[in-house]
């Protein structure tokens, strides 16, 4: 393979020789679009063409696929950029730390570590790994990581410290966060506007709402956090789950002064937090703001007004925005319609929900999953198991838009069994089951356990089932063993 350029001083890429890529490097990944399937492709075309490309537009690929998540790709690129003699520095390898234990699991980001020169281990490695522990919520090797950094002398910021607070919030040990605190403060580390809101989300976790008051009151008045967007959105979000609806008022107005650059996803959030406030009249304000913004308003934007809609109950005024984004949208978005078809699910309204379904399938918008899943819960609740089990089939035949398969609940699983169980419909639930196994892997204890049992209240045999458990490595409880030996026939 050719060896990458490690110098290229110019971040520019027209004036280069044939030797190297045509166009630059993230270009040429992205060329076929985003998925990682394409990516990779795009990938495997460079490495096999042999151009070179300078060491800067790698580093710049790597942030885009790190951003978008592609983590294999990139794990591929950084491998590659080690091939071809590309000078690592301590920050790449650090870089490729974090992306071995996205693409390929903790133990394989421990060996790369434990197999770099002890020059290479600085602070930036030491805390690549930290990081990783803490995504994999391993507290105690996170833990000892960071008495490492410690006792090796290494100058530390907030961002191991941070790290450490968002794992014990995750594992719901929220309460270990303020001594973190105390120990940054102690050591002279300045908290940032991270540290401060997880420790406020961590006060929050056990409703101590006035704690959260004091960690806002400690960051104004100690002048060097300011806060931002994600501030005052925590902020606003504790305050309406406390059910504080005057307080997070208040704080959404501080949030839309930090809106000064007009964010889409910034309008987006308002109008969710004020509708879950119950102030339909800020909801429509903030609505034509955003519209004044985004004349073009995307099919995002209209899903989220006609969602908060919705939850405030003001139906007529969902089917209005509705209509508005339906004569004038350029793609047939159905995750749009899917919010009106839920409403009208949930408010008996099928006929409805049906003509909507109908409406959208003639102007491109292919029912979904989600569609689906939303008729099958309507039956389900109304009693019809037959349609309701219908329309899962439908579900998992259509499967996830990202390519994953679809799954009913274990709610709904659990209902359908319930109910063959009680009818003694044994071929109701093998049938069931024959759809449930084209979007799982296996069945689990409890599925087999209800089929046994409706099994012997049907009076019915099998010659199969205890084979069909070795096969799917199922072991059921004692009762249900006393069941099964009822009904196994030779």
Same mark, same amino acid.
């Given at each position: 393979?050719?060896?990458?350029?490690?110098?290229?001083?110019?971040?520019?890429?027209?004036?280069?020789?044939?030797?190297? *890529?045509?166009?630059?490097?993230?270009?040429? *990944?992205?060329?076929?679009?985003?998925?990682?399937?394409?990516?990779?492709?795009?990938?495997?075309?460079?490495?096999?063409?042999?151009?070179?490309?300078?060491?800067?537009?790698?580093?710049? $690929?790597?942030?885009?696929?790190?951003?978008?998540?592609?983590?294999?790709?990139?794990?591929?690129?950084?491998? $590659?950029?080690?091939?071809?003699?590309?000078?690592?520095?301590?920050?790449?390898?650090?870089?490729?730390?974090?992306?071995?234990?996205?693409?390929?699991?903790?133990?394989?980001?421990?060996?790369?570590?434990?197999?770099?020169?002890?020059?290479?281990?600085?602070?930036?490695?030491?805390?690549?790994?930290?990081? !990783?522990? !803490? +995504?994999?919520?391993?507290?105690?090797?996170?833990?000892?990581?960071?008495?490492?950094?410690? %006792?090796?002398?290494?100058?530390?910021?907030?961002?191991?410290?941070?790290?450490?607070?968002?794992?014990?919030?995750?594992?719901?040990?929220?309460?270990?966060?303020?001594?973190?605190?105390?120990?940054?403060?102690?050591?002279?580390?300045?908290?940032?506007?991270?540290?401060?809101?997880?420790?406020?989300?961590?006060?929050?976790?056990? #409703?101590?709402?006035?704690?959260?008051?004091?960690?806002?009151?400690?960051?104004?008045?100690?002048?060097?956090?300011?806060?931002?967007? $994600?501030?005052?959105?925590?902020?606003?979000?504790?305050?309406?789950?406390?059910?504080?609806?005057? =307080?997070?008022?208040?704080?959404?107005?501080?949030?839309?002064?930090?809106?000064?650059? +007009?964010?889409?996803?910034?309008?987006?959030?308002?109008?969710?937090?004020?509708?879950?406030?119950?102030?339909?009249?800020?909801?429509?304000?903030?609505?034509?703001?955003?519209?004044?913004?985004?004349?073009?308003?995307?099919?995002?934007?209209? *899903?989220?007004?006609?969602?908060?809609?919705?939850?405030?109950?003001?139906?007529?005024?969902?089917?209005? !925005?509705?209509?508005?984004?339906?004569?004038?949208?350029?793609?047939?978005?159905?995750?749009?319609?899917?919010?009106?078809?839920?409403?009208?699910?949930?408010?008996?309204? *099928?006929? +409805?929900?049906?003509?909507? =379904?109908?409406?959208?399938?003639?102007?491109?918008?292919?029912?979904?999953?989600?569609?689906?899943?939303?008729?099958?819960?309507?039956?389900?609740?109304?009693?019809?198991?037959?349609?309701?089990?219908?329309?899962?089939?439908?579900?998992?035949?259509?499967?996830?838009?990202?390519?994953?398969?679809?799954?009913?609940?274990?709610?709904?699983?659990?209902?359908?069994?319930?109910?063959?169980?009680?009818?003694?419909?044994?071929?109701?639930?093998? %049938?069931?089951?024959?759809?449930?196994? =084209?979007?799982?892997?296996?069945?689990?204890?409890?599925?087999?356990?209800?089929?046994?049992?409706?099994?012997?209240?049907?009076?019915?045999?099998?010659?199969?089932?205890?084979?069909?458990?070795?096969?799917? #490595?199922?072991?059921?409880?004692?009762? $249900?063993?006393?069941?099964?030996?009822?009904?196994?026939? %030779?």
């Amino acid at each position: 393979m050719s060896v990458m350029n490690t110098y290229g001083r110019s971040k520019s890429v027209v004036k280069r020789s044939k030797k190297y *890529l045509e166009e630059a490097l993230y270009l040429k *990944l992205f060329k076929e679009g985003s998925s990682e399937l394409s990516v990779r492709q795009q990938l495997n075309q460079f490495i096999k063409s042999g151009k070179r490309v300078y060491k800067w537009e790698v580093g710049d $690929t790597l942030k885009k696929l790190r951003h978008r998540k592609l983590y294999n790709p990139a794990l591929k690129l950084s491998e $590659t950029m080690a091939k071809r003699n590309m000078i690592k520095t301590v920050s790449d390898q650090a870089i490729h730390l974090d992306l071995l234990a996205k693409a390929r699991g903790i133990a394989a980001a421990e060996t790369y570590f434990v197999n770099l020169h002890e020059s290479a281990k600085n602070h930036l490695c030491y805390g690549a790994l930290l990081n !990783c522990y !803490c +995504k994999e919520l391993m507290a105690e090797k996170a833990e000892g990581v960071l008495e490492k950094m410690k %006792e090796l002398g290494f100058p530390l910021s907030s961002m191991p410290y941070n790290s450490l607070m968002t794992l014990h919030t995750k594992v719901g040990k929220q309460q270990a966060v303020p001594s973190i605190i105390q120990e940054m403060k102690a050591n002279n580390i300045m908290l940032d506007s991270y540290t401060y809101n997880v420790w406020m989300r961590a006060l929050a976790a056990v #409703n101590d709402i006035s704690g959260v008051e004091r960690v806002i009151g400690e960051m104004k008045r100690d002048g060097k956090v300011t806060g931002d967007w $994600t501030t005052y959105s925590n902020l606003a979000s504790i305050y309406v789950d406390a059910g504080l609806f005057e =307080k997070a008022e208040v704080a959404l107005k501080e949030l839309e002064k930090k809106n000064a650059r +007009k964010d889409l996803s910034a309008y987006q959030f308002l109008i969710t937090l004020y509708g879950r406030t119950g102030n339909i009249h800020e909801v429509y304000r903030v609505w034509r703001s955003l519209r004044l913004a985004f004349p073009k308003t995307a099919n995002i934007s209209y *899903l989220n007004m006609i969602q908060a809609l919705v939850n405030l109950k003001d139906l007529p005024g969902a089917e209005k !925005c509705f209509r508005e984004w339906e004569s004038s949208c350029s793609t047939y978005d159905i995750r749009v319609a899917n919010v009106l078809i839920r409403a009208y699910a949930k408010l008996d309204m *099928l006929e +409805k929900a049906e003509e909507l =379904k109908e409406r959208a399938r003639r102007r491109g918008g292919k029912p979904n999953a989600k569609t689906w899943e939303i008729l099958s819960d309507y039956h389900l609740q109304k009693g019809d198991f037959k349609l309701a089990v219908d329309f899962i089939n439908k579900a998992i035949s259509v499967g996830r838009g990202n390519g994953e398969k679809w799954v009913p609940s274990s709610e709904t699983i659990g209902t359908l069994m319930r109910h063959f169980e009680q009818e003694k419909d044994v071929d109701g639930a093998e %049938e069931f089951l024959e759809i449930l196994k =084209k979007s799982v892997d296996s069945l689990g204890a409890d599925v087999f356990e209800s089929l046994i049992r409706t099994y012997s209240a049907a009076g019915r045999t099998s010659s199969a089932m205890q084979r069909r458990l070795k096969m799917e #490595n199922v072991d059921v409880n004692e009762e $249900t063993k006393k069941v099964l030996e009822a009904i196994s026939v %030779e």
